[in-house]
């Protein structure tokens, strides 16, 4: 954006200044970095130099008026047409923080700026900035104050950025990590996800942020695809009924001392639209085969029940038959815009606008990939690419990209930030640790936790397990282990309980021994540690063997030489347990003790013999913060399991698909009897009764 | 149809009679119960009653004129109109020649009839007659012959029925049987198709068939599928050059003394209209997935490139983006008829308008489902059902089924009907035995098995075999086994020569001695027989270890208790060998004797560590009749390997589809690439130089 010494004809007006001053003069910079000066009052914003209030900078006017003054004004400023376009670009790309700010070292916590750097970013690409990092809150606080007021008082326009984060189950930095969203989805409780993604949005409110990457609504019926764990499983109901339960948690209120037309105080970004839950041969972002009917019938239902009001979309990387989703005039236009009336702004993942040439190899030249994507509806373009829409400008000036394009996507982008309020105040708030990791919202994730866990087997009523009893032996490599699952960032982990922590913390004030032996690594053949696991079962009256997949957080899970079974390109080919993993159970089987199985995974595992063999069997996909309290709570009858599947399971990789709600005809046998026996299907649980831990006995039906 | 009593203005007159009468005079009944004296001359057929013949009997007449001239005359017949209708329905409906024959006992020559069923079939099922059985030669052209002239001469207007039979790879009855189209495919060889499609098509002639039920078209992209073998692989290019070669065997030519606008001896029948080899999950019948883009792309090539001169077209039992082919007005309609202009026959596959109730549920009623078929685009109803088209009459008089869509459907069968000269002759020939298993055919068969056969792997050139070696070892379950694939009739295997027979018969003159020890059984765990494998390659100089999959014969195949790994409805979720065979292969290996593995199977088998380990690998997909013999002169060098892949051979199930054309950014990684090292690529061939077994030892580049 123009840099405020260009000589237009709107200029900030002395009100402003005059309030800016004597406001800072009081509050001044804080040890934080916050800047509480800026939160002054609503009336005193932006005027023109005559005094005038620019319409779009009244905060009582109408959104739509909003946008149409300042797409007017942009027409009528004194700008060269060329200027004017490099204006408009500016909007559709989006920026990072790290452009004024380093954000290499997440320990890092100096307060120091950029200033090149930062007015280099907003030069050309201030539509959103990019702030998902992890980092000391006051640095980020500092950082995206920094980089609103640049906007908001170095810049002609003053328009506001929309500051960008991840948030799929918990907001990234150091927020409260939730269940992924697979576990999320199992407690088949939508109003609680409401509460949960509020508390979620909260954090990332105080701290500045306005958008979060979240929810996804892809359905889980390709299980060899790594993002399993992000979606609300396989159905497009359940999905539906999560996803706007999610929407609605980030969203609703409004910002602090902003217009009353905002309608949302954090904008959820539904992704990825659409279908891309079903990559060809479970290979992330590969193709995805399907017509309209499956398009209609599947992966649109979810988007339209839960979107239509979030503040953002986003594509995705694939292409359904054969179109990349990301210049798909049918998805992004005829339907989103023109069919379902969706109003705000659409962005690319990152980088996929230059998939265009590399990936689907539809466009030769960068200005292609920018043409058509904009053309056929996308508003901005995401980092991680080469910023196709830089080209924009010249195109649009030699006349081949039409400016009208360009008119309805800078609407949109228009749209989101004055729904959010942001023209009015897009800073960071001064208490925002009082909203950080609060006990209120840990109380709300431990029930979640709770509802999380899903009873698949239970033999002879072995669960639940009574306090009475003298040992326990905790066995297995997810037992001393904190699996988030992915989009957690750097150490996330280190927040969470452990099984092992859990149980302890449970059996505190008990009797009950905890014998613990790990067995094996999750990720090596190496049996030599199960003679240890074995006698700890053998001395033990009951033995719980923990294994699954894991995932990596987000540096580590693109960080070569790493290893995963599960998360973002993590695909398999195999869904059983990997290394010693099944061996080991089966070893603790053998040895007689009641052995009860816990899956901690982030997608269905294939070993039926453990359902058929094991006495009882739970499913933990990834959990949250407190999920290992959550399970030693469940095993001893603390709460009762009310878990359900969100995805079937299948009996082994070659049964897929196995999602339940499938074309009539289209299951001439189950895929589970091409083997013997059948299969988990969606909304499984064991429903007999339990007995809550308390002070009767009493059974209480689930 | 209407039997010849009632008094019709049209009637067969004097003319015909008098030449009936005469020749029957000089000829009678043969011995074999073919009529020779029914092959008389072109003019002599018959006349309106006043002595003029009747446009549609004129052998001169242009075909469109002859259809329009019996439609014409079938509205001005003195019929009620509900006569009228029923005698419509016939034409859309196939009977069956166990209608008047007992076909129950494959082995029964009896040479008698059943008169009321004759009349029976006649009167509601004679558009096509299935005879598709194996039966005694005699038996077949005796039941044939008392059919069509009971048509030809007891039915006022004389229509002749087109009479079905299969013949994927070879004709069914005892004809020749020729490798599946999987090892059909691998020569890469269109010309020799051609030339073998034409001698099935002559056996098939003779014994007065006119239609066969193939080729099949489908495309194997979906291993899982039983079905691959039917198919000519995963490409639309080299399926279409197949499919295409295989119709113009069967149909070029004319059959005998009829009328010079006949454009076919028999019809070829491309199956399965459409997209019908990707069922989801491997499952046959189950839904295709898929869009405009793959639609056109993929599934459709083949049909257009190779059917639209074919006589018939069958659908498929599948929904394509959940809509029924059997009843899919966008393929059957707007694009066969509309857009590619299809003149003729187009069937359902058996049962199949049935399933529109039962399968995909989209009727509740058999009205519904004759009405929707035949609207959408189907012009007859094979059995295997309810007969739903019967329900056609009242609807029309009823007035809920429109008399155009009646029409437009009767002129497709007419025109197949005509193309194939049956009006004028659609009797056995008398001398169809000169036509059957002749030595010719066989040198033709014996040609394209050799050129059927793929080397996959040889290391160090350990092949060829020299014929001084001193001995082999045959090992394996496949080795003194003749395994044809599906679609062959009961005990076909009789006439195959199974490769140890080969071997045998190929080192007839040779010192090289054969150990044979079979190791294993196809399906069983037992290893018992183990020790004496490995004592035979152990003794020997090499040891050829024959595994693989296999089909039944298709009385077998549908009989439940019975047992095979591929072939219709004989679906799959793990594509390694079964049973104890990977392990012999093993045991094999490690006794140190060179091994040379011989895959006979119908689809590729996922053991890598087979093609990784041993000394070569061959791939023979299901042979024909000669296979035994090819596979040891392909060993010994007596013909050099020239298959090649027409599918690609995935890692395991796990890791599929690897069809080589895939979309462009469909492989971010190669699905062998999730676990180490790659696959086996369509076309793929070890082109090293082998030497011919000839009287001189030079090489010869293959």
Redesign the interface.
Known sequence: MMARDRKWSILLGPVFSAVWLSTLAGAGLSPLGVRDDLHFSLEARGMNIDGSLPIYKDPNADIEDRCAALLWNRSTLSLSSHEVLIFEANFRIQGDIDGWMNMTDPLDDTLTYNQTGLEQMMEYKSGAIWAGYLAPWDKIVYAITVGQQYLMENTTLGIPAIVQSEGLHGFTDNGTTWPSPIGLAASFNAPLLTEAASTISTEAEGLGYSQLFAPVLDLSREL?WGRVEENYGEDPFLTSQMGRAYVTGVQSGRRRNVSSTAIARVAATCKHFTAYGS?????????V??????LH?YYLKPFHYACVDALSIMTAY???????NVANTHLLTDILRNEWGYQYFVTSDAGSVD?LIT???VCATRECAAKIALEHGLSGEMGGGTYTYLTLPDQIQNGTVGISYVDETVKTILRTKFSLGLFENPYPYPDYRSTLRTQATRDLLHQMEREAIILLENRNSVLPLSTNISSIALIGPQSDRVSFGDYVFYNASLNGISPLDGFKEFLENSSVQINFAEGCKLWSNDESEFPAAIAAAKKSDVAIVMVGTWSLDQTLLWTPGTNATTGEHV?????DLVGAQFPLVQAIQATGTPTIVVFVSGKPVTNPWIQENVDAVIQQFYPGELGGLAIAEIVFGATNPSGRLPVSFP???????VFYN????????S?GE??PNGTLIFGHQVKELLFYYSLNAEPVNA
């Open positions: 060899r990559p060809q041969g479970g290979l992330n972002i590969a193709q085969s399907g017509g309209q009917r499956e019938t694939a292409s359904y038959d054969g179109i990349p998939l990936l689907h190899g695909d398999l080919s195999d869904l009996r082994s990789v070659g049964t897929t698909p499938y074309l009539k005809g289209s299951r001439p046998v895929p091409i083997t």
